[in-house]
């Protein structure tokens, strides 16, 4: 049985640029220059969300996710070309619900022998649709690497070859254990039809298949190889011993410390305190926001040392870089989330990392976590395209929690932010520190109103009401801006979104 009957295109090409139409052949060639035209499906958003999708192409069909397959020629016009895809997917979720999406999509290039048009499916107000990614659709071997004919294993081998010379022993038993055990699960669900098997076979090679992509387009630097081979090991360990969890997501750990009861917890070789995050289609990977929240936790309860070992593990996997003369920090996260491409930072690990890292200086007096977190807040000062995370709004400086979209304002991720620039300010005085938190509390206050719908709070701008959890978090972080700032219109709010929870039979907030 095939593991998933992915993704063909109907592909229509202009007539009036002279151009054949590829509908039930596509043997015929068309006059004057020839240019190959080859169509992928990237695996990222909606991708995630469904275990089978066909399209078809004429008489052709695309059978793997990332993989570019010739589809036809079309010819060129005055040095252009014109290509108009009519797209239509069938498929399912794991549910087993069906889907299906048709789009319409005319995309131009400057003449090129072959040209890549890549394809993302997602969901738009619970509908299956599809569009083209431009950044990835192209000329190949101009904009679009040749690489992207290579698969997940083969080119991420070359891109380790090429920063170690050599593929280090340790990668490649790890990569021979990752073959075997999606083998077999997919044999599980030959033989049983078990969806389970299907979705643990596709988690279990999420990491392969996601890093061998980021090795493809834009090649793997030192710390995206370490931060591929913790991935690859906390998969092996899960995986070797349980199927995917059954829940869209869930949290795994390879360790005893966690201030929760619920994470899923691995007795095996790798010696990491990182929290790791399990999505659906995605596997394991570790999350700096959740090491980073985990750590606040652990210092407010005074357990220093549990606490200062979140910060030491993570401080193994950040990225340092130099803008504008001036040094900086990054936490990259290295999993598909939304429609975001790899690696990508979140607002929230920086503000919060600044400020931990502060407050690991002050206990401590270690001189490398103050220079730590001093790279933290340098990385306030990066543009969204070096990798930031600040967007400037209407509203004032707002910090992202999800930097691939800066139209998202994540409420509780921008305030925890605040949070930990506000601990880098008691710990330093920092002058810079402290106007980073008074915009961002500006910002804060501006935008309060288009959070609350007069029933209950929103977690974003553009997403709808926030989960309870949340919407108690809102609370807390309001009271919390409120202690720190002294101003009561953030304690009216907490104080008005309290009373949602009334209204609702909900227990309130302790608001002190």
């Given at each position: 049985?095939?593991?998933?009957?992915?993704?063909?295109?109907?592909?229509?090409?202009?007539?009036?640029?002279?151009?054949?139409?590829?509908?039930?052949?596509?043997?015929?060639?068309p006059?004057?220059s020839?240019?190959?035209?080859?169509?992928?499906i990237?695996?990222?958003?909606?991708?995630?969300?469904?275990?089978?999708?066909?399209?078809?192409?004429?008489?052709?069909?695309?059978?793997d996710?990332?993989?570019?397959?010739?589809?036809?020629?079309?010819?060129?016009?005055?040095?252009?070309?014109?290509?108009?895809?009519?797209?239509?997917?069938?498929?399912k979720?794991?549910?087993?619900?069906?889907?299906s999406a048709?789009?319409?999509?005319?995309?131009?290039?400057?003449?090129?022998e072959?040209?890549?048009?890549?394809?993302?499916?997602y969901?738009?107000?619970?509908?299956?649709?599809?569009?083209?990614?431009?950044?990835?659709?192209?000329?190949?071997?101009?904009?679009?690497p040749?690489?992207?004919f290579?698969v997940?294993?083969?080119?991420?081998?070359?891109?380790?070859?090429?920063?170690?010379?050599?593929?280090?022993?340790?990668?490649?038993e790890?990569?021979?254990?990752?073959?075997?055990?999606?083998?077999?699960f997919?044999?599980?669900?030959?033989?049983?039809?078990?969806?389970?098997?299907?979705r643990?076979?596709?988690?279990?090679?999420?990491?392969?298949?996601?890093?061998?992509?980021?090795?493809?387009?834009?090649?793997?630097?030192?710390?995206?190889?370490?931060a591929?081979?913790?991935?690859?090991?906390?998969?092996?360990?899960?995986?070797s011993?349980?199927?995917?969890?059954?829940?869209?997501?869930?949290?795994?750990?390879?360790?005893?410390?966690?201030?929760?009861?619920?994470?899923?917890?691995?007795?095996?070789?790798?010696?990491?305190s990182?929290?790791?995050?399990?999505?659906?289609?995605?596997?394991?990977?570790?999350?700096?926001?959740?090491?980073?929240?985990?750590?606040?936790?652990?210092?407010?309860?005074?357990?220093?040392?549990?606490?200062?070992?979140?910060?030491?593990?993570?401080?193994?996997f950040?990225?340092f870089?130099n803008?504008?003369?001036?040094e900086?920090?990054?936490?990259?996260?290295?999993?598909?989330?939304?429609?975001?491409?790899i690696p990508?930072?979140?607002?929230?690990?920086?503000?919060?990392?600044?400020?931990?890292?502060?407050?690991?200086?002050q206990?401590?007096?270690?001189?490398?976590y103050?220079?730590?977190?001093?790279?933290?807040?340098?990385?306030?000062?990066?543009?969204?395209k070096?990798?930031?995370?600040?967007?400037?709004?209407?509203?004032?400086?707002?910090?992202?929690?999800?930097?691939?979209?800066s139209n998202e304002?994540?409420?509780?991720g921008?305030?925890?932010?605040?949070?930990?620039?506000?601990?880098?300010?008691?710990?330093?005085?920092?002058?810079?520190?402290?106007?980073?938190?008074?915009?961002?509390?500006?910002?804060?206050?501006?935008?309060?109103?288009?959070?609350?719908t007069?029933?209950?709070?929103?977690?974003?701008?553009?997403?709808?009401?926030a989960?309870?959890?949340?919407h108690?978090?809102?609370?807390?972080?309001?009271?919390?801006?409120?202690?720190?700032?002294?101003?009561?219109?953030?304690?009216?709010?907490?104080?008005?979104?309290?009373?949602?929870?009334?209204y609702?039979?909900?227990?309130?907030?302790d608001?002190?």
């Amino acid at each position: 049985m095939k593991l998933i009957k992915t993704i063909g295109v109907l592909i229509l090409v202009s007539l009036s640029l002279g151009c054949i139409t590829v509908e039930d052949s596509i043997s015929s060639s068309p006059t004057g220059s020839k240019v190959e035209i080859y169509v992928q499906i990237d695996e990222k958003s909606a991708a995630f969300e469904l275990s089978e999708i066909q399209v078809k192409i004429g008489n052709k069909t695309i059978n793997d996710f990332n993989k570019p397959n010739f589809v036809g020629y079309v010819s060129e016009n005055n040095g252009e070309v014109e290509v108009t895809f009519v797209v239509n997917a069938n498929g399912k979720d794991w549910y087993g619900k069906k889907v299906s999406a048709r789009d319409l999509i005319n995309l131009k290039f400057p003449y090129g022998e072959r040209i890549l048009i890549t394809l993302e499916l997602y969901y738009e107000d619970e509908t299956l649709r599809i569009k083209p990614e431009t950044e990835k659709s192209g000329i190949i071997g101009e904009k679009i690497p040749d690489e992207v004919f290579m698969v997940s294993e083969e080119v991420l081998v070359k891109e380790i070859r090429k920063v170690y010379g050599e593929v280090p022993n340790k990668i490649k038993e790890e990569l021979k254990i990752n073959k075997k055990i999606r083998e077999e699960f997919l044999s599980k669900y030959s033989k049983t039809g078990n969806i389970t098997y299907l979705r643990s076979y596709r988690d279990s090679f999420y990491a392969i298949r996601a890093f061998g992509e980021l090795a493809k387009w834009k090649g793997l630097s030192m710390l995206d190889i370490k931060a591929f081979n913790l991935t690859l090991k906390a998969n092996n360990e899960y995986y070797s011993k349980y199927p995917s969890p059954q829940k869209d997501f869930s949290v795994v750990i390879f360790s005893e410390n966690t201030p929760y009861y619920s994470p899923i917890k691995i007795k095996g070789d790798l010696n990491t305190s990182l929290p790791f995050l399990y999505y659906r289609g995605r596997g394991l990977s570790y999350y700096p926001v959740s090491a980073l929240h985990w750590a606040d936790i652990y210092f407010k309860r005074g357990n220093y040392e549990i606490a200062l070992q979140f910060l030491n593990n993570l401080q193994e996997f950040m990225y340092f870089g130099n803008y504008n003369s001036e040094e900086y920090a990054l936490f990259l996260n290295y999993f598909h989330f939304e429609n975001s491409s790899i690696p990508w930072v979140s607002g929230y690990a920086q503000g919060m990392g600044a400020g931990l890292y502060a407050k690991a200086y002050q206990i401590t007096k270690n001189e490398t976590y103050l220079k730590t977190a001093k790279l933290l807040l340098n990385s306030f000062d990066l543009s969204l395209k070096e990798n930031g995370f600040v967007s400037n709004t209407k509203y004032g400086p707002w910090y992202l929690e999800y930097n691939y979209n800066s139209n998202e304002l994540v409420l509780n991720g921008h305030i925890i932010a605040l949070q930990g620039l506000y601990y880098y300010w008691e710990v330093t005085k920092d002058e810079k520190a402290w106007q980073l938190f008074q915009a961002g509390v500006e910002s804060t206050k501006k935008t309060l109103p288009i959070f609350d719908t007069n029933s209950w709070s929103k977690y974003s701008n553009i997403h709808g009401d926030a989960s309870e959890f949340y919407h108690r978090l809102h609370i807390q972080l309001l009271k919390w801006l409120y202690d720190v700032t002294g101003d009561e219109y953030f304690f009216n709010y907490a104080r008005k979104w309290n009373n949602y929870l009334i209204y609702r039979g909900l227990p309130p907030e302790d608001l002190g």
